[in-house]
């Protein structure tokens, strides 16, 4: 059973940073690619970042040059270090893992996990 387990995330005043984690956990594999989303109440969940398997990350405008994404391919996790947050930045977040194979791709979501940043 293939599960990713985020951690990290929690009350900050703005400003301030926070770092997220995400483990994958019973797999025997490394996502092609892997990211972060996050969702505010009221509205649609967005994109955050992703990393592929190379390494190369791309970001949402909105939180380009304050966010970054990386992964440890050994430990299978994926890092999402948040700086100068903002109330805006508010949302739960979630870990997600694509995995791409010549006949499938398969997609993982993690729990969530709140950030909630205070003015």
């Known amino acids: 059973q293939v599960q990713l387990v985020e951690s990290g995330g929690g009350l900050v005043q703005a400003g301030g940073s926070l770092r997220l984690s995400c483990a994958a956990s019973?797999?025997?594999?490394?996502?092609?690619?892997m990211g972060w989303y996050r969702q505010a109440p009221g509205k649609q969940r967005e994109l955050v970042a992703t990393?592929?398997?190379?390494?190369?990350?791309s970001y949402a405008d909105s939180v380009k040059g304050r966010f970054t994404i990386s992964r440890d391919k050994f430990k299978n996790t994926v890092y999402l270090q948040m700086a100068s947050l903002i109330p805006e930045d508010t949302a739960v977040y979630y870990c997600?893992?694509?995995?791409?194979?010549?006949?499938?791709?398969?997609?993982?979501w993690g729990q969530g996990t709140q950030v909630t940043v205070s003015s």
């Open positions: 997600n893992g694509r995995l791409t194979t010549v006949r499938n791709e398969y997609g993982y």
């Open positions: 019973g797999t025997i594999f490394s996502f092609n690619v």
């Open positions: 990393i592929n398997s190379g390494g190369s990350a």
